[in-house]
Structures are given as structure tokens and as C-alpha cells.
């Protein structure tokens, strides 16, 4: 339990950033669904009580729990999108969520976390060699991402198996891999881009395609980029006012309270509103790289850096995703997005982040 020590040691700031998103993300919210009812703002208000309720709970706990019982979270995960897939709600053509009676919830948003927990309790336990791991040795952790990942492409949920991989890189890196390991996947990773390509669904291909020419199809696979473009293009330099973006309120812009809500906070708040939120961000990813490099062992420095990098590839990924310089691969953007499960994830990795960070002192 948390005693007035760990009290002491608790880092205000990161979670100040995180209220400030959170908060931001729900105003954001209320504006551009102000004209359907206010059902969606509703809802993630008792999302964010909610998760606020479990990050203190996640806070409390020594998080030396999540490396002894890593494997059974792991394996509860994986049944959790096995069920998905046998007994899970079909929702526009991706079948994601189980309801659960009271709400429906996204078991993929919460094997992220799993995952990482697994990731650090595996790569703690072993010792890496001066030149770095190699081609055999990534067999187990390779096997860690397979499982999930095959998962949740079968949803299909062609973003968050991306981030999947995108974490499993940046822990792999940081523990180093054989140069000659990686020379020899980046080859099998170019090999297979074809058969990749042939796996995809056409509307996936489609917003791939998109991307590089959306002008093409203006009213179909590029709308939902050239939407975005104009909302954040017509915020300028201080934005429109709260409430008052057309784009959204005018349903223009799909997706407008979840995946690009950014564009949306654009068009009120203008650029300096997207500094701002942007300014927000790199603060916390910082506090997280700072919650890694202060831990007392290497499964917390390692769950650390996995959950800093979770939120950090969402981050680049959405903003790239909603300004054109990535494809548009539906990934939400932590504390702003609607959605209670990834709000939920996000909040206990940052619980996590506090945990590790209060009880570096603590041997």
C-alpha cells in the first residue's frame, strides 16, 4: 500500500499533463458532438471517472505484481481476443468489441498493456549478450507478438496490430539486436510486402492508396483526409472559437469526435491550440522516458519505455494520420479521442508510469 514516503515521491507533474489532456479532450468532445445530443460527451465523462478510478488503484499497487503474474495477464489477454473473434459486436464491418451487459469494451486496447508487461517480464529475465540478441533469440518474443497480433489483424484492426509491432521494435531496440539480425529482417520485412499487400482488405488498400493521391477519390477513400485538411487549414492561426467549428458541426468531417478530433481542435483552437496540445504531449512523453530512466530495475525501466512507447507511436501515428503524412490506418489519439477503452488503457499506463517512478527510492 502507499505510504507517506511514496506520497512524497509522486510525480504531480505527469499527472497534471495527463488531467490537462484529459480535460481538453473532453471540452473537444462536447464541441463537435454539441448538435447530437451531447450522448458522446456524456459518456466519456464517466469513462474519464472511471479510469480515473482505476489509475489510483494502478498507482497504489506495487507494480512488481505485473512481473509476477506477467504470463497469466498475458494469456487472459489473449482468450480475451479469442472471445472477441468467436462471440464479439460487428461494428462497420470490424467485429472489436464484447459486450460485457453494462458496456461493450475493446479487449485489443487492453492487450497492448498486456503485451508490454509480458515484453518486460521476458526481456528482464534474460541476458543479453555485448553484441546484442540474436536471430534465434528473438523466437520467444517474436512468438509474444504473433499471437496478438494474428488476432487482432483478423478483427481486422489493421492500426492497432500496427502498433503491436511498432512497441515490440522499440523494446526489442532498446535491448539490442545483432546488426546482422537486423539487416536480415529488414529483408525478410521487404520480401514480404507483397503477400502483405495481398492480405489486405480493399478499403485498406484503398486508404493506402489514398494516401498518396487522396485528390483521387475525393468523395471515398481520400474524404476523410482532404475533410481534415480544410478543418485544420481553416483554423489558422487562433482557430474559430469553442463551439464554433463548421467542419464537425456541419458532420463534414467523419470521425470527427474520435480518430480526428486533432483536426477538429484545430479548426476552434487554431495552430496555437495544437501547440498547445502538442506541447502537452512531449511533456508526457518525457515524464514516461523519465519514469524509465529512474526505475530501480530492469522490469520496470523496460515497462516503462513500452508504455512510453504505446503512447508515443498513437501520438505520431494519429497526428501524421490527420495532417496527410501517413496513411490513414484508425488509431486514436490518447485523452482526446472518444472511446472508454483506450482512455481506460492510457490512464493505467500512466498509473503504471507514477508507480514505477514514486518507488525508485524503494529497494
Known amino acids: 500500500m502507499i505510504?507517506?514516503?511514496l506520497f512524497a515521491q509522486i510525480d504531480w507533474r505527469l499527472l497534471a499533463v495527463t488531467a490537462a489532456l484529459a480535460a481538453i479532450g473532453l471540452a473537444s468532445i462536447y464541441s463537435t458532438t454539441l448538435g447530437?445530443?451531447?450522448?458522446?460527451?456524456?459518456?466519456?465523462?464517466?469513462?474519464?471517472?472511471?479510469?480515473a478510478g482505476v489509475m489510483t488503484v494502478t498507482v497504489i499497487l506495487n507494480y512488481s505484481l505485473l512481473e509476477r503474474f506477467a504470463y497469466p495477464i498475458f494469456i487472459l489477454s489473449v482468450a480475451s481476443l479469442a472471445a472477441t473473434l468467436a462471440f464479439g459486436q460487428t461494428v462497420g464491418g470490424a467485429q472489436r468489441w464484447l459486450d460485457l451487459g453494462v458496456v461493450s469494451v475493446q479487449p485489443s486496447e487492453f492487450a497492448k498493456l498486456a503485451f508490454i508487461?509480458?515484453?518486460?517480464?521476458?526481456?528482464?529475465?534474460?541476458?543479453?549478450p555485448k553484441k546484442g540478441l540474436g536471430l534465434k533469440d528473438l523466437f520467444l518474443p517474436g512468438l509474444l507478438l504473433a499471437i496478438p497480433f494474428v488476432l487482432i489483424v483478423r478483427e481486422p484492426d489493421l492500426g492497432t496490430s500496427l502498433i503491436f509491432v511498432l512497441i515490440f521494435g522499440s523494446m526489442m531496440l532498446t535491448v539490442k539486436?545483432?546488426?546482422?539480425?537486423?539487416?536480415?529482417?529488414?529483408?525478410?520485412c521487404v520480401t514480404l510486402i507483397p503477400f502483405a499487400w495481398g492480405s489486405l482488405r480493399s478499403y485498406q488498400k484503398k486508404r493506402l492508396l489514398s494516401f498518396l493521391d487522396p485528390a483521387s477519390d475525393p468523395l471515398g477513400s481520400g474524404y476523410h483526409l482532404l475533410q481534415s485538411k480544410i478543418a485544420i487549414g481553416s483554423g489558422g492561426f487562433l482557430g474559430k472559437g469553442f463551439t464554433k467549428g463548421t467542419q464537425a458541426s456541419l458532420m463534414f468531417l467523419p470521425e470527427h469526435h474520435t480518430d480526428f478530433i486533432l483536426s477538429t481542435l484545430a479548426e476552434e483552437w487554431g495552430l496555437m491550440g495544437s501547440f498547445t496540445v502538442l506541447a502537452l504531449f512531449l511533456a508526457l512523453l518525457l515524464r514516461g522516458l523519465e519514469a524509465a530512466k529512474n526505475s530501480k530495475d530492469r522490469f520496470g525501466f523496460l515497462l516503462a519505455l513500452g508504455i512510453a512507447a504505446m503512447l508515443f507511436w498513437h501520438i505520431t501515428i494519429n497526428i501524421g494520420m490527420v495532417s496527410g503524412l501517413l496513411p490513414v490506418v484508425g488509431v486514436p489519439l490518447p485523452f482526446l479521442s472518444y472511446g472508454g477503452s483506450f482512455l481506460l488503457t492510457s490512464l493505467i499506463g500512466v498509473g503504471i508510469l507514477v508507480n514505477i517512478g514514486m518507488r525508485r527510492f524503494i529497494f
Open 3 to 5: 505510504d507517506r514516503r
Open 36 to 51: 447530437q445530443g451531447g450522448y458522446a460527451y456524456q459518456r466519456q465523462l464517466w469513462w474519464v471517472a472511471a479510469g
Open 117 to 128: 508487461v509480458v515484453m518486460a517480464r521476458y526481456l528482464s529475465s534474460i541476458i543479453v
Open 177 to 188: 539486436i545483432k546488426t546482422r539480425t537486423l539487416a536480415a529482417l529488414a529483408v525478410l
